[in-house]
């Protein structure tokens, strides 16, 4: 059976069809998809979504420990979280196969860094796969936990954002059941105190020298002769690229087990060719092999050292062009960055935090990353998720230090951000007594993934009902006393919680309690927000003066008539939140029927 497939669904098929018995994600682009699709198959493998990585891979480990195959799945940054369980599983090994997929992101389209995880596979002494497509994602998928099992070890299958993303022909295959195997303990495998991970550790060494051993040997890396004169080494998504730019022009030593690298199979190939390019994406992993064993290539001093390679870069490295295209003006394009949709929960908040001073507002990753722009122009910066709260208390304790300093932090993140890792970073900033004012912004649901449940939503990943857990009873449970709960599209109350925090010499939180406009309501958020999103607003332009005060929302269903100089909304986006009714200094602004 023949199907077509992005890469990201290809994973979540190889992992049925070998039999995965549990998968655990967290949500973030380019990887969301591989557990939105395991889902799928909810009578085979259970699915769930964890609170962060760190979870995400430590619950996957239970899986294993017990006896089944299991997945955890992240993009790169989320490795990074995930990273302490990984190394100490590296020695304890496995009892059912486990597979770590880690979506690289090279180029940045919706991260805050592009790092390589294979150094991570390097670093943690754990095999890695890299499929080049939809086909190989699925079937490196099936090889990488018959590998966990086989040698005793998780393995990490790296996937890339056009991997993740891209479409091709998947042959798809019956699911393989494997036994769940019986549970015996052995504190000589999982207890990893000193003197038992020492002796581990010693097995790790043994075991990169099978690792080793099966790199040289393996069909995973294949060598394409296409004479002697030039060789290209890549991997990955790369591959396909290079062979879009030089056919069969070149020879090509294409390598699907990258970690170890085949140190034979590089020297045969290298050996042979009179030329040698390293194609690969992010740092030069493969390059310094190469070069460590003793040969002179074209890498990183030829191609770009960051971003996508994809074939119009490589074109142009290596032979100074690219293929003609249709020519335009670019001053000509409009310039469209991304915005907050007509609706968002979070535009009324930032209208009114935007125009407070002496204010640093801390900022964390998600929708509300956006508010540093045009036209809220409000937030400092944000560094990884969680860190809003944490970041901002340590600045807060510097203004602090300086006596005639004026500045307040206001720490902003969103619900699901908050139960990832910034309920760490609230707990910190009550242990620690400080006085900033910290904004957990509750929009019901994981937005910028696309729209994938979390603890506060009351479902599971698989649609099973469960509870619902209430920001503001963890809050006060923390010990904080000033917490107020509002709703952020009504500007007087943002107003008066903003006022009422910044004049409190102690930690306040603010939680900003509205579903996203894109969020499909359950029975629940039915009954709580009645009415939500069932009306519209239009402008009256014999009321209108031109002033512009509701294009100043940063809403896109509001647009500017310059030569007449009136605002216009448009009916079928605008969803009737009002904040721009608020804003208007003559009242031009009100609701019609939906």
């Known amino acids: 059976m023949k199907k077509l497939m992005t890469g990201n669904e290809a994973v979540a098929r190889g992992a049925y069809e070998a039999g995965v018995r549990y998968a655990s994600a967290y949500p973030g682009t380019p990887s969301t998809e591989i557990l939105e699709n395991v889902a799928l198959y909810k009578d085979n493998i259970a699915a769930e979504w964890a609170v962060n990585e760190k979870v995400a891979l430590e619950t996957a480990i239970g899986a294993s420990m017990a006896g089944a195959r299991s997945l955890a799945a992240m993009k790169h940054v989320g490795v990074n979280v995930a990273a302490d369980p990984l190394f100490t599983f590296s020695y304890t090994g496995v009892y059912g196969g486990l597979v770590l997929v880690s979506a690289d992101e090279p180029g940045q389209h919706s991260s805050q860094n592009e790092q390589d995880n294979r150094n991570y596979a390097k670093f943690a002494k754990i095999p890695m796969l890299e499929p080049s497509d939809a086909q190989e994602a699925k079937d490196m998928t099936k090889e990488a936990l018959d590998l966990s099992e086989r040698f005793d070890t998780p393995v990490l299958l790296r996937m890339t954002t056009r991997v993740c993303h891209s479409k091709g022909i998947v042959e798809c295959s019956d699911r393989i059941e494997k036994e769940i195997i019986e549970y015996k303990k052995d504190v000589n495998k999982f207890v990893s105190v000193p003197a038992i991970a020492r002796k581990l550790r010693a097995k790790v060494e043994e075991r990169q020298k099978s690792l080793l051993e099966f790199s040289n040997s393996t069909p995973l890396n294949f060598i394409e002769w296409n004479g002697t004169k030039t060789g290209v080494i890549t991997s990955g998504v790369c591959y396909s690229y290079a062979r879009e730019v030089f056919g069969n022009s070149v020879s090509y030593l294409k390598l699907g087990f990258t970690q170890p690298l085949p140190d034979e199979k590089i020297r045969k190939f290298c050996s042979k060719v009179e030329k ?5 994406e992010n740092d030069p992993y493969i390059e310094e092999q190469v070069r460590i064993l003793g040969f002179e290539c074209s890498g990183k001093g030829t191609f770009p050292p960051f971003g996508e390679k994809l074939p119009e870069v490589i074109r142009k490295s290596v032979f100074g062009e690219i293929l003609p295209t249709v020519q335009y003006d670019e001053k000509e394009v409009v310039s469209r960055p991304p915005t907050l949709c007509a609706g968002c929960p979070h535009r009324g ?39 809003s709260m944490s970041v901002g208390h340590g600045a807060q304790k510097v203004f602090n230090m300086q006596k005639d300093s004026k500045m307040r932090v206001v720490s902003c993140l969103g619900d699901s951000t908050f139960f990832h890792t910034g309920i760490n970073s609230l707990i910190n900033v009550m242990y620690n007594n400080s006085n900033t004012v910290n904004v957990i912004l509750d929009n019901r649901i994981t937005g910028m993934t696309g729209h994938q449940e979390n603890p ?12 619902s857990i209430d920001i503001e009873k963890i809050v006060r ?5 000033n917490v107020a709960v509002i709703n952020p599209n009504d500007l007087k109350a943002v107003k008066t919680a903003l006022d009422w925090a910044l004049n409190l010499d102690e930690p306040s939180v603010i939680i900003t309690r509205w579903p996203c406009v894109l969020k499909k309501f359950s029975s629940e958020d039915k009954e709580e927000f009645k009415g939500a999103f069932n009306s519209k607003c239009a402008v009256d332009p014999e009321r209108c003066i031109g002033c512009k005060a509701c294009t100043r929302t940063g809403c896109p269903a509001i647009s500017f008539d310059k030569s007449e100089k009136k605002a216009s909304i448009d009916l079928n986006t605008c969803v009737g939140c009002e904040v721009c009714a608020q804003v208007c200094p003559v009242e031009a602004i009100g609701k019609v029927e939906a």
């Not at 040698?276 to 690969?280: A, G, R």
């Not at 506060?456 to 509870?467: E, I």
């Not at 449970?477 to 006393?481: L, M, S, T, Y």
């Open 276 to 280: 040698i390019y390293v194609i690969e």
């Open 349 to 387: 908040f930032y209208y009114e935090l935007g125009k407070r001073k002496n204010v640093l507002v801390s900022g964390d990753i998600g929708c509300y990353s956006l508010a540093f722009s045009y036209p809220y122009n409000c937030t400092d910066h944000n560094i990884c998720m969680g860190a």
């Open 456 to 467: 506060g939503s009351g479902y599971t990943l698989q649609g099973d009902k469960t509870v």
């Open 477 to 481: 449970a923390i010990g904080f006393k």
